[in-house]
């Protein structure tokens, strides 16, 4: 469960579906509290404009498997740069001489 809360006050707790990368946010199974907190309202889903967003509450596997995924696109791109090097560099000093 995600915690959203809005620069309005309002808060929403739902399920994390999808985030792009102006922080936009699409939750499922939200609950959504009034800036007073007393009212309560529940939705099978919702879309949060990000430049509405006060702060997120998430929780810790949420982020470490973001961290995780940052890292290994890392290095599939240092290793991907490291192939297209090696392959320009064999194209330029191949068994026929350099070009």
Known sequence: ????????GETYNG????CDTWMNIHLREVI???KDGDRFWRMPECYI???TI?????PDEVFSTFVNDCHYQL????????????????????VFGRK
Do not use: A, P, W
Request: aromatic share 10%; charged share 20%.
């Open 49 to 51: 404009r990000g430049n």
């Open 1 to 8: 469960m995600q915690l959203v809360e809005l620069k309005n």
């Open 75 to 94: 290095i599939y791109r240092l290793v991907l740069t490291h192939l297209i090097f090696k392959n320009s560099y064999m194209m330029d000093h191949s």
């Open 15 to 18: 399920h994390l579906v999808n």
């Open 32 to 34: 959504c509290t009034s």
């Open 54 to 58: 006060k702060y997120l509450r998430v």
